[in-house]
Structures are given as C-alpha cells and as structure tokens.
C-alpha cells in the first residue's frame, strides 16, 4: 500500500490499463544485486515499490522534484522501512534537467509539469549522482518527466556512458521539450 493525495489518478490509470506500471518492476527482477537503478520522476514511489518488490538487492536512487509527490514518497519509504529494514533508497527533491531551468511545475491528477517562468533551477543528473553512488554501477535509468525527458538525458552524458538501460517516456507537445 502506497500513500496518494486524494486526486492522484493512479488507482484510475491501473483499473482501466491492468498492465500499466508493470514493466519496470518485471524488468527489474533480472538485474544483479548490488547495481543502481535511477528513477527521475518518481512521483509517489509507485514504480520504486514495484522494482523493490521484484529486487530489494538493488540500489535505487528516487528522485522527484514537486514537494507534494516528495512528501508522499517520503511517507511510503517511512513505511517500507518499517517493515523491511535494509534498504539501498535515496531520496532526492531536485529538479533534473540541462538546458530547461527557471521553471515551476504545474498540473494535477497525479501528474506535473514543468512551465518555463518560475524559480525552480534545474540541476544535472551527474552532478546530483557525483559523491552519493558508483556512477559504474548504474545499470538503469529510468524518467518520467511528462516531456523533457530529453533534458533528463541530456544532463547525464557521465552516467550514461557506462551503457545502463534508459527507459523514458516520449512526448514533445512544445518546443520546449526539445
């Protein structure tokens, strides 16, 4: 069981697409022991707690830039805690991003997204990796970033060059997501 706000359409999302969300936890059963996973945009931890019931021996680095979805997912990794006590969770409230910054994010129904004219500064991947993992030990990343994940990419070339798995999502609807 996963804390949600009220209007987080998660519930929804998984009644009418059984198999949404199911991949990456699938996936994740076959990667080694001691490797990190990545998940930029993790929202309320809804993917983390899929992989992590699939593989507790992974390394995973959760990172999520909107406050609320944080404060849930802060709260159910409390929870996971509780009930098993060694695990490998990072959690981090940092916008991930190159070229897109000042931004603030905006949306609803479990979901945000970035909209150029804010404060919020975007910070690259490697630099928030730099000093909290083996970046060698990456074996995927994964974002969800309504449309720039791109710029996600973009700001991972050190992380990447170790070939991990990417699993993005792919939607430009501006030319900001570019």
């Known amino acids: ?5 009220l209007s987080h359409n998660l519930p929804i999302y998984q009644s009418v697409n059984p198999f949404y969300d199911r991949f990456l936890p699938h996936f994740a059963s076959y990667l080694s022991s001691g490797k990190v996973v990545i998940d930029v945009g993790a929202n309320v931890g809804d993917t ?8 507790p021996n992974l390394e995973y680095v959760c990172i999520e830039a ?4 944080f404060d849930d997912l802060k709260v159910n ?4 805690s509780k009930e098993i006590s060694k695990t490998k969770i990072h959690l981090i409230n940092k916008f ?6 000042d931004v603030y ?3 609803d129904n479990g979901t945000k997204k970035a909209i150029i004219g804010g404060d919020i500064k975007s ?3 490697d630099d928030v990796l730099d000093n909290l993992i ?8 994964k974002t969800d970033v309504d449309g720039f994940d791109y710029d996600v990419l973009r700001s991972a070339y050190s992380s990447i060059k170790h070939k991990p798995y990417l699993f993005f999502e792919c939607l430009n609807n501006n030319e900001n997501q570019l």
């Not at 069981?1 to 706000?5: K, S, V």
């Not at 983390?48 to 593989?55: A, V, Y």
């Not at 970046?135 to 995927?140: P, S, T």
């Open 123 to 125: 910070e690259s991947l």
């Open 48 to 55: 983390l707690f899929g992989m992590f019931s699939n593989n």
């Open 134 to 141: 083996n970046i060698e030990d990456i074996v995927l990343i």
């Open 66 to 69: 909107d406050k609320e979805f």
């Open 96 to 101: 991930i991003g190159d070229a897109l910054t």
């Open 105 to 107: 994010l905006d949306g």
């Open 1 to 5: 069981m996963i804390q949600l706000g």
């Open 77 to 80: 990794y409390q929870n996971l």
